[in-house]
Every structure is written in structure tokens, then in C-alpha cells.
């Protein structure tokens, strides 16, 4: 007789969910990367954009080249501090996803270990009735002599 595990729908409806929780959490991860490396961008910019003031204040500037540059850091300022609140969204919705992942993973195994110990207890069964029927034939075959 084959092993039929009584809740097989369940275990195969869990490892659905974990199957969509890592799909779910490589997404996040995915976006955290794009929103970081647009942060990490913003902010070589500001850098070289330092860089090029300091060296430009050094010598002969207008003052309206330097309201430029004070108008482009500004700017860059503010699209630094808003990068910065969706990478710090993206990283929590990240962790988010990966505590769900890390359940859903939870659940399968449970599910898993259930399963196997089942299917152990089957096994077992299966010998206690195969070694009765052994024992059965034997019986006979020593009346019969």
C-alpha cells in the first residue's frame, strides 16, 4: 500500500505561500536596490557638485555663478532627503516581506515534519503487519508439517 499523506492539500497550499513569499520578498529586495542605488547616485552628485564649487569659489566667481550652485545643491539637497524616506521605506517594507518569508518558510517545514514523521509511522505499521502475516504463514506451515 502506498503512503497517502491525510493533509497533502495543506502541505501543497503551504509551500504555495512560501513559493510566493520569496517571489514577494526577491521583489522588495529588488526594489530596496533600485531606490539605494538611486540614493547612492544622488549623493556621488552632491559630492562632485562640492567638488566643483570648492574648486570654482577658489579662483574668480560671479555671484550669480555662485547662487547657481548654491540653488543646484539646495536642489539636490531636497531630492536627497526625499531619496533618503523611500529608501528608508523600501528597506522596511523589505524587512517586512523577509519576516513573512521567514513564517511562510516556518510553516512548511512544520507542515514537512509532520508529514515526514507520518509517513514513518506508515512505514512502521506497514512492517508490524507485514511481520504479523509472516509470522501467520509460518505458523501454518509449521501446523501443516
Known amino acids: 500500500m502506498q503512503f497517502r499523506y491525510s493533509l497533502q492539500k495543506l ?10 513569499a520569496e517571489n514577494v520578498y526577491s521583489s522588495a529586495v529588488k526594489t530596496f536596490e ?5 540614493l547612492y547616485h544622488l549623493l ?8 566643483d564649487a570648492r574648486t570654482k569659489l577658489s579662483s574668480l566667481v ?3 555663478d555662485i ?4 540653488a543646484s545643491m539646495l536642489f539636490l539637497q531636497e531630492a536627497i532627503v526625499k531619496q533618503q524616506k523611500r529608501t528608508q521605506l523600501a528597506r522596511a517594507k523589505m524587512e517586512e516581506k523577509h519576516q513573512l518569508l521567514l513564517d511562510a518558510s516556518f510553516e512548511h517545514k512544520k507542515h514537512e515534519k509532520i508529514r515526514e514523521k507520518k509517513r514513518m ?3 512502521v ?4 503487519l507485514e511481520q504479523v502475516s509472516m509470522d501467520e ?8 508439517q
Do not use: H, Y
Request: charged fraction near 45%.
Open 34 to 38: 533600485e531606490v539605494a542605488t538611486e
Open 62 to 64: 560671479s555671484v550669480l
Open 67 to 70: 547662487q547657481s550652485m548654491q
Open 125 to 128: 505499521e506497514e512492517n508490524r
Open 121 to 123: 509511522q506508515f512505514v
Open 11 to 20: 502541505m501543497d497550499l503551504k509551500e504555495r505561500e512560501k513559493e510566493e
Open 44 to 51: 556621488k552628485r552632491k559630492e562632485a557638485l562640492e567638488e
Open 137 to 144: 504463514i509460518s505458523v501454518q506451515r509449521f501446523v501443516r
